[in-house]
């Protein structure tokens, strides 16, 4: 069943682009016909009226639960950079829209699939992937060592042994090359 966009977060702080333009960031979300939960963010800019800045796809999660808990985990970093996406994606051809893109109703499927009692990951590393190893780097940059943690185990990602004090861009490299790894074989 396809669902009208739902608004799951407003975040309180504005984040700003390149010019100055400040913007209202929201989390949206909409569940696809197969039943999953599709987010992506809107940006609507804070002072001047203008037309809503929407990203692609961020995520695609099992249901609006784990979505929003995905939402409550984007760093400032990862909304910063998905503004500067959105902005970069809309200079290049697409039109701005006061309401948020249609979806696809086929989100990827990720090789392996999470065990259904484990804790859910934010992200499919797999369908990011496909988006470019540098796009993979930023979101999983955006994440705690606890969110990565769940998606090494959900995703059952071979990344050798995590020493104690791993920092977030040691962990983030071992889980491209995990994942590029499994995309080659």
């Given at each position: 069943m396809n669902s009208a966009p739902d608004v799951l977060v407003t975040f309180d702080e504005v984040v700003q682009d390149e010019s100055g333009a400040t913007y209202i960031t929201r989390v949206v979300g909409a569940e696809t016909s197969l039943g999953q939960w599709e987010g992506w963010l809107e940006f609507t800019p804070e002072k001047a009226r203008g037309d809503v800045i929407t990203t692609e796809r961020e995520t695609t999660q099992p249901n609006r639960v784990d979505l929003r808990y995905w939402a409550t985990g984007l760093s400032r970093v990862f909304i910063e950079g998905s503004l500067k996406r959105a902005i970069d994606n809309v200079s290049s051809g697409p039109v701005l829209r006061a309401e948020a893109p249609p979806r696809s109703a086929a989100p990827h499927k990720p090789r392996r699939t999470p065990p259904l009692d484990s804790r859910t990951p934010v992200l499919d590393p797999f369908s990011v992937y496909l988006q470019g190893e540098d796009i993979l780097r930023q979101q999983?940059?955006?994440?705690?060592?606890?969110?990565?943690?769940?998606?090494?185990?959900?995703?059952?990602?071979?990344?050798?042994?995590?020493?104690?004090g791993t920092s977030n861009t040691g962990l983030a490299e071992k889980i491209v090359s995990a994942v590029r790894a499994l995309r080659a074989s």
């Open positions: 999983l940059a955006a994440l705690s060592i606890e969110h990565m943690r769940t998606l090494i185990d959900a995703y059952q990602l071979d990344v050798g042994t995590i020493a104690a």
